[in-house]
């Protein structure tokens, strides 16, 4: 499938870029913490402080290789990181004023290294070796781009036709365009690494010839397929899968995606917010989104909700679909209410009763469904590496499996719901840093050999 | 990359951001997590007689929101024992020998003093000495620092006392409580100085508590007048840099103190002269990690430029200061403001200032929000464009009367 990228303008991003005004006034909030706290909120450890005083003083190509030293996709962190919830979370000034907006700032150095070309980086101690990474999402690029700078002979194998894997496929354009997430692409790339497309490593006899080529393996597969939710009329034409639905903004023609007047959307986490937002820039004039809970246990942030209440998108609070209706499409949603039986409404762990004759029908055209990806296990299991709960268990400091050699980052390590690209740069990074440690010592360079 | 590495007056240091004598340099644990951060070269705390200290020392002014545009102290020279400053000093150098160690001087006008004292610093294993004649406050009361700096004569006599105990390389730091740097910088090189350093501190009175009426800072009550340091001086540091450099009668290199906070600034000091600089207020207000972005930021420049050596810079403006005498005169070529509408806010912060305070040639056509400057009535004097907040609204376009005419050209003959 190839890349719509003619939708970046279609969906245009929501949140404009500061100008270069407002930029300096917001870089010349910033205290310029000495150990400050904002950097601890971030899992790549960006310092902060620095780039928002390189913006400050004018100098936003050396801003951006301050990010991108720590984080080498930081375009796409500067949109779609929790910074709330993160470095902003963390921000001094929460005290006295309000926090300084350093994602917006982060985008400001970026989009300048976008514009202008990406600064050299920072020169790391080099080793000797050869890593195969699978997956070129966020954790996959971001150990094969560490791993480059090291000078280590990296190549990538990946199912699809594009890296950046979910930051390509399954971010709404309107929060990351999609030539942001390609620029990043292209910016490892040019740190040497080798991108192999449409490989898909999923027999045991590939994996071996992998081990017996490398001197590590990264896996990097993010998380899997949405699972079946198991109610009557799911497989009913109109119904879809969240992640499937964002794809196809990201590799059709917008036109040929028809969702109708009614939309409704199941879940409430922030993937919902994503699928009711993006049915409403489809054309969908009532989307409502339907949670089994109430608002307190919602599970998106809130800054999302906000975003999606915005659009016009109606939350129906304590309702959950039992059957979705249709002869030969989806026509209706049959629900019922819900109520906690015990606890606290806003734990997500309170058992619900449903309450009796409750019942009532939604019409709808479309149904999306937003309720989590799965874990990732089946890569673990295929190449015999111990996972515990489904998910792949690693080193927590080298993220070395049970097999040596072979590292798990990102998604397919995430326990379910916290997945962030931050977190996969943050793990692809630090398993970098681990293979380093591990090959200089085997395998010294030689005096005067050329590599990477 | 570019080579940021320099030779100043014999000394080589890896690069040309050095710490200036104060606070910074007190001690062997700071100057090592200097060096550690990047810095090329430090300057000791400077070394005298032990002196007693008092408290508070130190005074600030804010401007728009932003701390300490200037800083004032009454701090005096090291108050610690020499014999622990020295042995500080060795160490250090033997730990980093590849960094610039200089180390300030002050002692009392005698020369069997410096001479001894020269020597013992000289043990040391330091590169260089710089004798701060240059402290405006507390020590100029005892004959010592400005008080030196301010009398071209005693600052040719004891530098000619330090210079003749020494082979080390002598950086004489000079005071700017004078009306022209150049007498004094000559006698400083005709005294044996193999290079100059500038500027050490403006006396200053920082303010007054308006609740208590005590100045600021205040010792009890009581206040001092003190020097004067930070970014709101670089000005009149870039004036007498570049006035020193430009004297046929000064042929030694310079090292360039006062403001300077980032790269740029320093960047400056080179184009006006400065081989080398030295950062004080910056550093005490960030910490030592702004060489980072010192290093990186002048590395880029220069590469971005095509120059591969700090020294490239260094004096490259300093011809563009001259007399005023022969800037071109009004009558053959001037600037003229242009508003440009499409950026202009509506602030009328340029028709008020023009109004006001220049020559009354900027209107307000009823039919628009953005002024319009009067062409044929503007002087090109520039506070329209320096007072609008707009980056590049208001441009200063030069009219070119084809011909030169200077107060050179108007003067009479010499008699
Ligand atoms: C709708 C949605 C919205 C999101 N919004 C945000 C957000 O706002 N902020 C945020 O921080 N995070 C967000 N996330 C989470 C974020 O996208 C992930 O945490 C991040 O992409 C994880 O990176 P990864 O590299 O581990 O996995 P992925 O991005 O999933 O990349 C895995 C890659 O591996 C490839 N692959 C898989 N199996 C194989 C195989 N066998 N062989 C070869 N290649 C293979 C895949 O094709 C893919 O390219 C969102 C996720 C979703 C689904
Ligand atoms: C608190 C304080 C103490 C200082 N002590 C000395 C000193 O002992 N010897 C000296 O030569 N200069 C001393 N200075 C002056 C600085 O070295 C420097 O010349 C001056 O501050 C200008 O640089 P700046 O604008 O970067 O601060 C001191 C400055 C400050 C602020």
């Known amino acids: 499938m190839s890349l719509a990228l003619t939708n970046d303008t279609k969906l245009p991003e929501v949140v404009p870029p500061l100008t270069r005004r407002e930029a300096t006034d917001e870089a010349l909030r910033c205290y310029y913490c000495y150990d400050a706290p904002c950097i601890t909120g971030c899992p790549t450890r960006i310092d902060i402080p620095r780039f928002i005083h390189q913006i400050a003083t004018g100098d936003l190509s050396q801003a951006a290789r301050t990010i991108m030293d720590a984080n080498i996709l930081g375009a796409t962190c500067a949109r779609i990181c929790p910074t709330e919830a993160l470095c902003e979370a963390q921000c001094v000034r929460v005290q006295d004023s309000r926090a300084v907006s350093i994602g917006r700032l982060q985008r400001v150095a970026m989009d300048h290294a976008m514009e202008h070309g990406t600064p050299a980086l920072p020169q790391l101690e080099e080793g000797r070796g050869r890593v195969a990474v699978i997956g070129a999402g966020p954790a996959g690029m971001s150990a094969a781009a560490h791993l480059a700078r090291r000078g280590y ?131 969908a004039s009532d989307v409502s989104i339907l949670y089994r809970r109430g608002e307190a246990a919602m599970p998106a942030y809130r800054y999302e ?109 995430a326990p379910f719901g916290e997945a962030m690209v931050v977190q996969a740069v943050a793990d692809g990074k630090m398993a970098a840093q681990a293979i380093h440690e591990r090959l200089r010592k085997t395998m010294a360079p030689q005096k005067g050999e050329k590599h990477g | 990359m570019a080579d940021l590495s320099v030779d100043f007056a014999g000394i080589h240091s890896p690069n040309p951001f050095w710490l200036a004598s104060g606070p910074l340099t007190n001690t062997q644990y700071q100057v090592m997590k200097a060096f550690d951060e990047g810095w090329g070269g430090a300057v000791w705390k400077t070394v005298g007689e032990p002196v007693i200290n008092v408290s508070s020392r130190l005074g600030a002014i804010d401007y728009g929101g932003r701390r300490m545009m200037g800083l004032n102290n009454i701090e005096l020279i090291s108050d610690r024992p020499l014999d622990d400053n020295l042995r500080e000093i060795a160490e250090v150098k033997r730990l980093y020998p590849g960094n610039a160690l200089v180390v300030s001087m002050m002692f009392e006008s005698v020369a069997s003093v410096w001479r001894d004292m020269v020597k013992r610093v000289e043990d040391t294993g330091a590169d260089g000495i710089e004798l701060n004649f240059g402290c405006p406050h507390g020590m100029s009361e005892r004959g010592m620092g400005s008080i030196v700096g301010q009398v071209p004569e005693y600052t040719e006599t004891i530098t000619r006392y330090a210079a003749q105990a020494t082979s080390l ?214 506070l329209c464009s320096l007072v609008c907040p707009v980056p590049g609204c208001i441009a200063m376009n030069p009219v070119d009367k084809g011909y030169i005419d200077t107060w050179s050209g108007h003067e009479l003959p010499a008699q």
Not at chain 1, 261 to 269: F, K, L, N, R, S
Not at chain 2, 235 to 240: E, F, S, T
């Open chain 1, 153 to 283: 002979a990296v190549e990538i194998f990946e199912q699809k036709e594009e890296g950046g894997g979910l930051d390509t496929y399954g971010i709404v354009s309107y929060r990351e365009p999609m030539r942001v997430s390609l620029f990043e692409v292209e910016t490892v790339r040019k740190l040497g690494v080798k991108f192999h497309f449409g490989r898909k490593i999923d027999a045991l006899q590939d994996f071996r010839t992998l081990q017996e080529q490398y001197d590590a393996i990264v896996v990097a597969i993010g998380m899997g397929k949405v699972p079946k939710w198991g109610i009557p009329g799911e497989d009913l034409p109109g119904v879809y899968d969240a992640l499937d639905l964002v794809e196809q903004t990201k590799t059709r023609p917008l036109s040929d995606i028809t969702l109708g007047p009614h939309v409704i959307v199941v879940g409430a986490g922030n993937t919902a917010v994503d699928a009711a937002t993006c049915a409403k820039r489809l054309g």
């Open chain 1, 305 to 413: 909700y906000e975003f999606a209440k915005q659009d016009g998108v109606i939350y129906r609070w304590w309702t959950m679909p039992i059957a979705i209706e249709g002869a030969s499409r989806v026509e209706a949603v049959r629900c019922v209410k819900t109520q906690v039986r015990t606890g606290d409404p806003s734990d997500r762990q309170s058992p619900l009763d449903i309450i009796p004759e409750s019942e009532f029908v939604l019409p709808a055209d479309t149904i999306i469904l937003a309720i989590g990806q799965e874990k990732n296990a089946g890569i673990g299991q295929m190449i015999g590496a111990a996972t515990h709960r489904g998910r792949v268990v690693v080193n927590e400091s080298t993220y070395e499996t049970s097999i040596k050699n072979v590292y798990a980052v990102g998604d397919c390590l």
């Open chain 2, 169 to 382: 390389p002598v950086i004489v730091k000079l005071t700017p409580n004078v009306t022209d740097i150049r007498p004094p910088g000559r006698s400083a090189v005709s005294g044996g100085a193999g290079a100059l350093s500038l500027i050490n501190t403006i006396n200053s009175v920082m303010g007054v508590d308006l609740n208590t009426w005590r100045p600021l800072p205040d010792v009890d009550g009581q206040g001092s007048h003190g020097g004067y340091c930070g970014p709101a001086v670089k000005p009149i540091a870039l004036h007498m840099l570049s006035s020193l450099y430009n004297d046929p009668g000064i042929r030694v290199p310079l090292c360039g103190i006062g403001g300077i906070e980032t790269w740029r600034d320093a960047a400056e000091f080179m184009l006006l002269g400065a081989s080398v600089v030295q950062v004080c207020t910056a550093a005490m207000h960030y910490g030592f990690r702004i060489i980072h972005e010192m290093t990186e930021g002048l590395n880029d420049y220069l590469t971005e430029r095509g120059l591969s050596r700090v020294a490239d810079l260094v004096g490259q403006a300093a011809p563009r200061i001259g007399g005023w005498k022969d800037l071109r005169l009004s009558t053959s070529f001037q600037v003229v403001a242009h508003i440009d509408p499409a950026t202009c806010i509506g602030c009328n912060l340029c028709v008020v200032a023009c109004d006001d305070g220049a020559h009354q040639c900027i209107d307000r056509p009823s039919h628009q929000k953005a002024p319009v400057v009067r062409e044929e009535d503007c002087v090109g004097c520039n």
